[in-house]
């Protein structure tokens, strides 16, 4: 028998009316597995990138139409960059270097930038989170409650490519302390029946809207989740453009050719020095 299809990845909404809490459920195996696929981490290091990025996909609600996000954690101590790119639509890519560790960190000392391009703005919002021995949990709940002022918590699957956010509706009844004692109580009552969900490690969409009513959430809809790297070799030739022409020159007269990867996606793109001359004409 073959491997079972995997089925594209989806952001399921589910909602609590009474208590005004949503339920935002990334299934997200196909896309862990195409990452597994397109980069050449460690076991560790794949575990760890595969906890950041379920962690921070379901910020994708957080988008309006037309709205794109980058998500940045540049950490110096252990040094690491993690880039994810998202877009309102659900397509997203994503990347982290280097691409292996000897040890994974529990705490991080840098920073976190997000950057929120709104298509009615010239200006991109900057937001930045700093990381001072902080784990990576933590620190994406501090980019919920710092850059959205939400109050939210992310459950991440031990036992599938899942996860959940958890944010509770703004309401004038209720004051900050307030809040924050709902977030904790509406977490608490509802991390043992989540975490029975996510154990099974459900893909069907009939199947998981299923379990969802049966805890007594509302179905509101889902938008489906994949990878996309918008890459092309125009691009790649705008970037090599910008290397000074002594080095170009230099580059061109040894190899003929510039070989290029994308970080993303890791496609490869070999760009001749007449490449550069046609598209300047």
């Not at 309102?88 to 391009?117: V, Y």
């Not at 990576?136 to 699957?157: A, D, G, M, P, R």
């Not at 125009?234 to 510039?258: C, H, R, W, Y």
């Amino acid at each position: 028998m073959g491997e079972k299809k995997l089925l594209p990845a989806r952001l399921y909404n589910f909602m609590d009316s009474a208590k005004q809490v949503s339920f935002y459920f990334l299934e997200a195996q196909k896309v862990v597995n195409d990452l597994a696929i397109t980069h050449s981490y460690n076991s560790k290091l794949f575990g760890y990138n595969r906890d950041i990025l379920l962690s921070l996909l379901p910020l994708n609600v957080f988008l309006k139409s037309s709205e794109t996000m980058g998500i940045f954690i540049d950490s110096e101590q252990p040094y690491f960059r993690f880039k994810l790119e998202l877009s309102e639509t659900g397509t997203f890519r994503t990347m982290m270097f280097p691409e292996a560790f000897e040890e994974t960190p529990d705490k991080l000392i840098g920073k976190c930038r997000i950057t929120k391009i709104l298509p009615s703005s010239k200006k991109p919002y900057h937001s930045i989170v700093e990381m001072k021995q902080q784990s990576v949990e933590e620190v994406i709940n501090h980019v919920l409650e710092q850059s959205y002022q939400t109050k939210s918590k992310i459950i991440l699957s031990t036992d599938s490519d899942q996860a959940v956010l958890i944010n509770v509706l703004p309401d004038q009844e209720y004051d900050k302390l307030e809040s924050v004692c709902r977030i904790e109580e509406v977490y608490s009552n509802y991390l043992p029946k989540l975490q029975n969900i996510m154990s099974m490690g459900l893909q069907e969409e009939a199947t998981i809207i299923e379990q969802f009513k049966h805890i007594g959430l509302n179905y509101l809809g889902a938008k489906e989740i994949k990878f996309f790297c918008p890459c092309s070799m125009q691009g790649m030739i705008s970037n090599v453009e910008t290397l000074p022409p002594e080095q170009l020159k230099e580059i061109f007269a040894e190899d003929g050719l510039i070989a290029i990867t994308c970080d993303y996606c890791k496609k490869s793109y070999e760009i001749l020095e007449e490449d550069m001359k046609r598209e300047s004409d």
